[in-house]
Nanobody
Framework: QVQLVESGGGLVQAGGSLRLSCAAS????????MGWFRQAPGKEREFVGS???????LYADTVKRRFTFSRDKAKNAVYLQLSALKPEDTAVYYC?????????????????WGQGTQVTVSS
């Protein structure tokens, strides 16, 4: 019942920036959390960060101070500003949605996933 459409990935040189977008649709939303994971080839899906609609935000230590969430509540959209990108940030980035008031922390708690958007950081 919830569809996530994400965009904004691309190829960028180390030190550059990208802005990822994710918009949720399919129902009227009240309490929910949205966030981002990433997955590199041969690696497990990794938590990046999440935010609840009561404004609690959680970032992984690996991206803290470089990645920043913002959101447009009227559009049920969340954005991830990627700054000071490193080659090790290269991965497919997946938007995530969870119904309820609890922040997303692990992939097992995610209700819906976006299709993924590729971020490639060159040296």
């Amino acid at each position: 019942q919830v569809q996530l459409v994400e965009s904004g990935g691309g190829l960028v040189q180390a030190g550059g920036s990208l802005r990822l977008s994710c918009a949720a649709s399919g129902r009227t939303f009240s309490d929910y959390a949205m966030g981002w994971f990433r997955q590199a080839p041969g690696k497990e899906r990794e938590f990046v960060g999440s935010v609840t609609w009561n404004d609690f935000t959680l970032y992984a230590d690996t991206v803290k101070r470089r990645f920043t969430f913002s959101r447009d509540k009227a559009k049920n959209a969340v954005y991830l500003q990627l700054s000071a990108l490193k080659p090790e940030d290269t991965a497919v980035y997946y938007c995530a949605f969870r119904e309820g008031k609890v922040v997303i922390r692990t992939s097992s708690t995610v209700d819906s996933w976006g299709q993924g958007t590729q971020v490639t950081v060159s040296s």
